[in-house]
């Protein structure tokens, strides 16, 4: 429903008034031209009674100017054509001036009254209808739209009450004003006529002063602007460019003001709380990083220390075998270390969003032999046992991401389990999901508690799990929730550990004849 403002005479409440007044003359000419013939078999009340018709119309249509007319109308037509003498306005006997009177009173009367109630629903429409905008505004402001969309909103709404050639919003612009003392103003939002440079010069060149609700100086006496206003803090300002308001329209201006002020403080308190969540989410990231990097640091580092103490001891008799097993153990703990940069680096980028997938088709033991070659001597090539059936497709996926993933879980069973164990690695259709394979890891390690089993895939996870903390699980969960997958502990295994992931096969359309 659109709703104008009182007091604002627009094209269409002249074009229903001169619609009122033809419909109104229309009527009388045609009760005239109907009643003539049969003027000499009528009772004198009767065309008085008739010629009331029309002008009710005509206030029906067009407010009480037409009734007036109808009024003045039907008096001439009634007096000349159906009061005695005839086509002449004199009147001879008083009874004729009674009812010329009466007639008159009647219709003015009769026409104030439709009037009324026709101003009076009008009146009523016209409320119904900004509460309706002032609900709408409402729960716009506790809805889940953003602050430009909510804005957009709020100036439409204002245009559509209003009716002005053009209304804008105008908030500081925060990235200008970092380069100046001055705070500067930034039009956010805007609806009816496109502004010109002109205009956004005009509504932008306050020195970012805030106007209260008025009219402007001479050079735009048909412009008026209203502040955003909360807790005595202007935050803005609303501008109306062409409008003319009445008392009662500018304290409906002043309440859609205040909606205004409502949702851009309430913006601003987001922006600020986000910025709190994001510092406080980044200073916990940091945490859990330094937390899981000293984890997994811790002994690496140890073991290398103690080959190197041993190595450097002037007295130490080693032999060739002995030196050889020392060198070995500083080259794999040095990969393990490596490994653990990888992962810090793998953790970076999905902290920053820069993750990025590149998928191809892949052979499933292609993608365990890439994951064996990055971990070099962690885990030898002889306690790693791969199973997958004959038909089983090609999978379509980053192998790079997944080869990481596959890395990492293979690490964690080789840690953990005795070293003189398998490590199974398979692979199968996701049953009644052809589309998807599910490759499985499990070791004869010490297991998963049923309770760590959620918790030992959350980088902020710092023991349980059978000792599989650290970064190799959060990251293994990333990648593969990134293809769209799943990552889960088999709880179906009574000893050691089982972990379960999805990856998406290559779909091959048949070729048809």
């Not at 990333?478 to 050691?496: K, N, Q, T």
Request: net charge negative; glycine share 8%.
């Amino acid at each position: 429903m659109q709703v104008r403002p009182r007091g604002l005479r627009t094209k269409a409440t002249y074009q229903r008034t001169a619609l009122g007044i033809v419909v109104t003359l229309a009527g009388l000419g045609a009760l005239l031209a109907l009643l003539l013939p049969f003027r000499a078999h009528l009772s004198i009340a009767l065309p008085a009674l008739l010629f009331v018709l029309p002008a009710l119309a005509g206030v029906v249509i067009g407010g009480f100017v037409p009734g007036l007319v109808g009024a003045l109308g039907g008096f001439v037509f009634y007096d000349l054509f159906f009061l005695p003498p005839y086509n002449k306005l004199t009147v001879r006997s008083p009874q004729n001036w009674v009812a010329l009177v009466v007639y008159v009173l009647v219709v003015l009367v009769v026409s104030q009254v439709v009037a009324k109630l026709q101003s009076a629903r009008e009146e009523a429409e016209r409320r119904t209808g900004e509460s309706e905008r002032l609900y709408e505004l409402s729960q716009a402001l506790i809805g889940d739209l953003t602050l430009s969309q909510l804005l957009t909103h709020m100036v439409t709404t204002v245009q559509s009450v209003f009716a002005p050639r053009w209304t804008t919003l105008v908030l500081p612009d925060t990235d200008a004003a970092d380069h100046g003392p001055a705070t500067a103003l930034r039009v956010a939002a805007s609806a009816g006529e496109p502004l010109t440079e002109e205009d956004i010069a005009s509504v932008t060149s306050g020195g970012g002063q805030a106007r209260s609700l008025g009219w402007l100086d001479d050079a735009s006496p048909r412009r008026v602007s209203v502040a955003l206003v909360v807790n005595h803090r202007p935050v803005g300002m609303l501008v109306l460019q062409d409008v003319q308001l009445v008392e009662h329209d500018r304290s409906l201006l002043g309440t859609f003001a205040n909606q205004a002020a409502l949702a851009v403080d309430r913006a601003q308190l987001s922006e600020q709380a986000l910025r709190a969540r994001l510092l406080e989410e980044i200073d916990r990231w940091r945490r859990a990083l330094m937390g899981a990097a000293s984890h997994d640091l811790r002994t690496p580092l140890a073991s290398i220390k103690t080959a190197v103490s041993s190595m450097r001891q002037v007295d130490a008799q080693l032999s060739p075998e002995d030196r050889a097993e020392l060198l070995e153990l500083i080259e794999l703990q040095s990969d393990r270390l490596a490994r653990l940069v990888t992962n810090l680096l793998d953790m970076t980028r999905l902290e920053a969003g820069s993750l990025e997938l590149r998928p191809m088709t892949v052979g499933f033991t292609g993608l365990v032999d890439e994951a064996l070659a990055q971990l070099g001597a962690i885990v030898g090539s002889g306690r790693v046992t791969v199973e997958a059936p004959a038909d089983l497709p090609p999978l379509h996926l980053d192998p790079i991401l997944m080869s990481q993933v596959l890395a990492n879980l293979l690490e964690n069973a080789e840690r953990l389990s005795p070293h003189d164990s398998v490590i199974r690695v398979t692979a199968r259709r996701a049953p009644g999901h052809p589309e998807v394979v599910e490759i499985a890891v499990a070791d004869d390690g010490p297991g998963i508690a049923r309770q760590d089993r959620e918790s030992v895939f959350e980088m902020f996870s710092q023991n349980g799990g059978g000792g599989r903390a650290g970064l190799g699980l959060a990251i293994a969960k990333a990648f593969v929730e990134a293809h769209g997958g799943l990552i889960w502990i088999d709880s179906d295994m009574a000893h050691g550990a089982r972990i379960v992931f999805t990856v998406p096969a290559e779909i091959r359309v048949a070729a048809t004849v």
